[in-house]
C-alpha cells in the first residue's frame, strides 16, 4: 500500500470517521477475499465507497475490464484520486443513498456490487435506502460483497428480511488492521434467468 493512501485515509478519517469508519486502507488480503468470485465474465461492477481504490485494483486483476467498473464515492478527495487512477472507469461523486433516485444503467445488468461502505454506522433507513438501490441494478444472479471488522453481518437482519435478502459469509481474514469478515448479499428468490449480454 503506498504511504500517501494510508496518509490519505488517516485524514480522511480524522475528518469524518462515521463515514470512512477505519484509519487505513483495506489490505491485498481483504481485496482478494472480496473480489475472489468476480471476473471478466461477471459484467459490468459497481463499487460503493471505493476510497483510493483497494478493491477496485483487485476487480481489475481479476481480468474485470476498467470500463466495466462503476465506482460510487462520497469523498470529493476520494472521488479526484480515483479519477487520476482510474480513468475509463465511470465515476459518480455522490452518496449511495441517492442510487435508488438515479438510473445509472439501462436495467439490471450489474453482475457484482463491492462494497467498503461502513453499514454499522449507518442507519437502517439509509441501509435500505443504499440496497433498495443497488438491488435495482443487480441482475438476479448478481450479489453484493460487503465486509466487515466483526464476526455478523453488518447490515440489521430486519433490514435484509424486509428486502427479502440474504447474508452468507464467505470468509475471515486476519492479515487486515484490523482483521475482516466477508458476506456475500442476495435475493432469497431469484425469478427467471437473466443474461445481461442481451439486455
Not at 24 to 30: E, Q, R
Not at 61 to 80: M, Q
Not at 100 to 124: D, N
Request: proline letters at 8%; hydrophobic letters at 45%.
Amino acid at each position: 500500500m503506498p504511504a500517501n493512501d494510508a496518509l490519505s485515509f488517516l485524514m480522511a478519517w480524522v475528518a469524518a470517521p462515521l463515514r470512512v469508519a477505519s484509519v487505513t486502507p483495506s489490505s491485498a488480503s481483504l481485496a482478494a477475499l472480496m473480489t475472489r468470485d468476480i471476473g471478466p465474465d461477471t459484467g459490468p461492477v459497481l463499487e460503493l465507497g471505493p476510497g483510493t481504490g483497494p478493491f477496485t485494483r483487485a476487480l481489475l486483476a481479476r481480468g474485470v475490464k476498467e470500463e466495466d467498473l462503476t465506482l460510487i464515492e462520497a469523498g470529493a478527495d476520494f472521488a479526484a484520486l480515483l479519477n487520476q487512477r482510474f480513468p475509463r472507469a465511470r465515476i459518480f461523486e455522490m452518496d449511495a443513498a441517492s442510487l435508488r433516485h438515479l438510473s445509472l444503467f439501462e436495467g439490471p445488468v450489474v453482475g457484482a456490487v463491492v462494497s467498503g461502505l461502513p453499514f454499522l454506522s449507518i442507519p437502517p433507513r439509509k441501509a435500505q435506502a443504499i440496497l433498495e438501490g443497488v438491488f435495482a441494478t443487480l441482475r438476479p444472479d448478481g450479489a453484493l460483497y460487503q465486509f466487515t471488522y466483526g464476526r455478523r453481518c453488518p447490515i440489521d437482519q430486519s433490514v435484509l428480511d424486509r428486502l427479502d435478502l440474504q447474508a452468507t459469509r464467505v470468509g475471515r481474514t486476519f492479515r487486515n488492521l484490523p482483521p475482516a469478515t466477508v458476506f456475500r448479499i442476495v435475493r432469497i428468490k431469484t425469478t427467471e434467468s437473466y443474461d445481461w449480454r442481451l439486455a
